[in-house]
């Protein structure tokens, strides 16, 4: 996958210097050749989105905000959740659902993001343009963009972070950690896994970090279905088999309800906190980053998300092509995907109010 996605450290590095260039030609809006607007619809006409099931705040967050957002911007919105034991089937029936009713856009949130081809190629066959939101649908070239934080930028953060966050704790090495990852069947776990290995291993090669376990590999470190009782488990297992006279300096999460459940078992074990990474800004792992437990998390305002999600469907529905910035990196496959990206922030205790400066919902937090 790390192949398919081109997502090498040298890919990793030109799409960050691509999203730190967006001053210059990029600021127009480049498309790729054949992913135009076309004709343009009709400005009062359906828009689907289809989301995976409510596993964490962003995704609820995310469906409200395009409810509300495509009202305002005219259009019918018809914003569905998969449901939480048949995800994939739910989504491509829905998806279905919204081709037959005349959907002129589909926005995807993928559950399975191998598993929608058959789905998107009727939608494009009925004419209808498919956005792939925050997770890259893969082998179809019927995905027309892809939307998104960047998802390797997310990884190498996270990663960085925990190294500073054990040196700032203890300045010399070696230092225990266990690897966590999301579940096998989203795109993007690999993405944020291959993205802090990138950081991590050359420490683990020199010796300086340390999994204590063995268990590296990403089919030992994936929690199935991102679920927290999932990751507890895991915690539990690993400071049974591998913690009894060791310290666990570090853990490697790659979200915020995964490092929540992987304190609450290293808390239950009576052992000291050790350094946690997260992701997505939850409510719950802002307050446990200010009183000190979790070091950190990823801020990917979803605000930002939708909002630049929405304004892709206005400029198909004027019938212009939207603006993209990256149309070199997202391989899924079967075609390059134009995509737009938008730059992570890493949030520890330090940063948290300025990061968190012009969230209503998280900047009372941090007072």
């Known amino acids: 996958m790390r192949k398919l996605l081109g997502k090498s450290m040298a890919v990793g ?24 607007g076309s004709k343009g619809f009709a400005a009062n006409s359906l ?3 289809a989301l995976p099931a409510k596993t964490s705040e962003n995704w609820v967050l995310a469906g409200d ?15 569905q959740y998969a449901g939480a034991s048949t995800t994939v089937a739910d989504q491509q029936a829905q998806i279905t659902s919204m081709v037959t009713k005349g959907a002129k856009v589909i926005v995807i949130g993928a559950t399975d993001a191998a598993q929608l081809s058959t789905q998107v190629a009727a939608a494009h066959q009925a004419g209808v343009k498919v956005i792939a939101y925050d997770r890259l649908i893969l082998n179809t070239p019927d995905v027309d963009y892809y939307v998104a934080f960047d998802n390797f930028k997310v990884g190498q953060l996270q990663g960085q972070a925990l190294l500073d966050g054990m040196k700032a704790k203890k300045p ?8 966590f990852s999301g579940s ?16 991590l291993k050359p420490e683990i090669d ?11 590999d990403i089919k030992q470190t994936a929690i199935q279905g991102w679920k927290a009782e ?25 979200n915020d309800t995964l490092a929540r459940a992987i304190l609450t078992s290293v808390k239950g074990a009576g052992k000291p906190i050790p350094v946690v990474s997260g992701q997505d800004s939850e409510v719950e792992s802002v307050k446990s980053i200010v009183a000190g437990e979790q070091y950190m998390t990823i801020n990917k305002d979803t605000r930002t998300l939708v909002k630049q999600t929405i304004d892709m469907v206005k400029a198909l529905q004027a019938g212009n092509a939207p603006q993209v910035n990256d149309t070199t990196t997202y391989n899924n496959g079967a075609k390059v995907v134009d995509t737009f990206l938008l730059p992570p922030v890493a949030v520890t205790k330090a940063n948290a109010a300025e990061a968190y400066a012009n969230d209503p919902k998280l900047a009372p937090l941090t007072k």
């Open 47 to 49: 828009i689907g989105v």
């Open 65 to 79: 905000l395009f409810t509300n957002g495509l009202k305002e911007a005219g259009f019918q919105p018809n914003v």
């Open 206 to 216: 020199k010796g300086n970090v340390v999994v204590a376990s063995g268990q590296k």
């Open 13 to 36: 590095a030109i799409a960050l210097l691509a999203l730190t260039a967006c001053g210059s030609g990029r600021d127009g809006g480049s498309s790729g050749s054949d992913s135009g």
């Open 172 to 179: 010399n090495g070696p230092y225990n950690i266990e690897l």
């Open 230 to 254: 999932g990751a507890q488990a895991r915690m539990d297992q690993l400071l049974t088999s591998t913690y009894g006279n060791k310290e666990l300096d570090g853990v490697l999460s790659p």
């Open 184 to 199: 096998p069947d989203d795109n993007n776990s690999k993405v944020f896994f291959d993205g802090a290995m990138s950081v």
